[in-house]
């Protein structure tokens, strides 16, 4: 009995000392362990994006990042991005950026910045609008007071501007070309439009009024404006009805693609194209219609790198042809298939030049009452044309005192009435061209103290195309004697023609 209680008691001892190791073990694993953050739940961040709302065009402009209550100091993370994408160069470097705008733009961008507390979990994110500072309107530029109404240039960076010349201010902006030149051209007002040095790309019509405005650039080497596309019209100018006044447009180069029209002239009266170069069209002017007193002098008008260009034509439009126009002073060819052809009633063309056409010169549709007076014609540089065409109606035109030399073909085609040829030196140098020749209804012609000289022995200086029937002409004065041949045909074949006094013997 004294045996069992003994056990119990040692027992009862065993498992007191266990409980008490347990509990001790406890009391050093709770003591042992470190303290333990509490874990951060997620949180937003607030951010700022610093900088200009403006950025120029190719100038880099920096951005910053500005965080407002990022916790615990945190490594944060940045993240940078611009939309569109197109026109624009970004580059990150952490809490900064860098924007550039390649070229000039009319685009509004929006530049985003996304900041992460990697740590913490904390996110926030801003976005600030920005563009080219030419967007803006009316920007003044201590210019008032100037001569012109408008100013038009380039800033050098794809904007072209229109500066209004009274209050200074920028009136119109854009990076087209055409769409500043055309607002301009819509103020319906009188003024000076004065076009800064530079070169100037446009793909659509500028619609010209004539409503007293006058275009000016700093110079034909200076001013260039380039039409783009190879068809269609660069120039169209058009009457305003009611407001007939004028419309001036000097001091340029209009250059094209090798096609389409570079002035159209519709029922337009009193334009004056002075001191300009039209260059690389299919047709370089073309004047239709009701088109008078209207006036081109001291141009450049050619037809370079294009196949069967014309430099002026005029056109009938409406029933009516164009007339009373004035040329002088006025360079045509340079490659164009002809220079001048058309319709028209009463054409001044005077002191003025043509060479490097591959047709002719002069090529009449329907000339009536013109004068070509001291010019100088070079005629084309193949065999199927000559070098002044006035066939195919019309009439009563007048050449006085102009030097006309041909390479390979006539010097005159003459199948209309009452021409005056008159005091002109004619060169056939060709072996297979004559001075004139003169075709049916060439009646009541006037040659007279021409000097015509073919260098051919068996081609004539004047000639009669075939059995064409013609009478009733004046041949007197010339000098025929450096002719190979002095005549060839009946040149009285009708009615009565007067052959007199000639030097060389012209007889028939």
């Not at 038009?152 to 055409?178: C, H, P, R, V």
């Not at 769409?179 to 530079?198: C, K």
């Not at 294009?306 to 040329?327: K, R």
């Amino acid at each position: 009995m004294k045996l069992q209680s003994l056990k119990s008691i040692r027992a009862a001892k065993f498992f007191a000392a266990i409980l008490v190791l347990a509990l001790l073990a406890g009391i050093v694993f709770e003591v042992s362990q470190p303290p333990q953050a509490k874990a951060q739940t997620s949180y937003t961040i607030g951010v700022s994006i610093v900088g200009p709302s403006s950025v120029g065009a190719q100038t880099p402009t920096t951005y910053t990042a500005k965080v407002l209550n990022a916790s615990y100091g945190a490594d944060l993370f940045y993240l940078w991005q611009i939309n569109p994408t197109d026109n624009v160069v970004l580059e990150q470097h952490g809490v900064n950026c860098t924007v550039t705008f390649t070229n000039a733009t009319e685009t509004y961008y929006s530049l985003s910045v996304m900041v992460q507390d990697t740590f913490n979990h904390g996110y926030g994110s801003a976005a600030t609008p920005i563009k080219d500072p030419y967007t803006q309107s009316n920007l003044y530029l201590g210019a008032y007071g100037a001569p012109y109404s408008y100013l038009i240039e380039s800033d050098g960076k794809g904007w072209y501007q229109a500066i209004d010349g009274k209050t200074g201010q920028i009136a119109f902006t854009s990076t087209n070309f055409a769409t500043t030149f055309q607002s301009v051209l819509s103020d319906p007002t009188e003024g000076f439009v004065y076009i800064g040095a530079g070169s100037f790309t446009f793909t659509s019509t500028l619609n010209f009024t004539v409503n007293g405005k006058i275009i000016v650039g700093s110079g034909r080497d200076t001013t260039l404006l380039y039409y783009t596309p190879n068809s269609g019209v660069a120039f169209n100018i058009a009457r305003t009805p009611g407001n007939d006044t004028s419309l001036t447009i000097e001091k340029l180069a209009l250059r094209g693609l090798y096609g389409g029209t570079g002035v159209l002239i519709q029922h337009a009266a009193t334009v004056h194209i002075k001191n300009c170069v039209i260059d690389r069209f299919g047709i370089g002017v073309n004047i239709q219609g009701n088109s008078y007193v209207d006036v081109i002098d001291s141009t450049t008008i050619g037809c370079t790198g294009v196949t069967n260009g014309t430099a002026v034509q005029f056109d009938t439009l409406g029933g009516y042809i164009p007339h009373h126009i004035e040329m002088y002073l006025v360079d045509l060819g340079y490659t164009a298939e002809f220079g001048i052809v058309g319709s028209v009633d009463t054409l001044w063309f005077h002191n003025s030049y043509t060479e490097g056409t591959h047709n002719s010169a002069i090529y009449s549709v329907n000339m009536f009452n013109s004068i070509f007076n001291s010019n100088t014609f070079y005629g084309p540089d193949n065999g199927d044309h000559p070098t002044i065409s006035l066939m195919y109606g019309g009439g009563n035109n007048t050449f006085e005192n102009n030097y006309v030399s041909v390479s390979n073909n006539n010097g005159f085609d003459i199948g209309t009435l009452r021409n005056r040829i008159t005091g002109n030196t004619i060169i056939a140098n060709g072996a297979h061209g004559f001075g004139i020749l003169m075709c049916a209804g060439a009646n009541y012609t006037r040659l007279t103290e021409n000097c015509i000289a073919t260098s051919a022995a068996y081609f004539a200086s004047i000639a009669q195309n075939g059995s064409d029937v013609f009478g009733y002409n004046i041949f007197a004065l010339n000098d025929v004697s450096q002719s190979g041949t002095y005549l060839m045909g009946h040149l009285n074949a009708t009615g009565t023609s007067v052959i007199a006094n000639n030097i060389g013997n012209l007889v028939s």
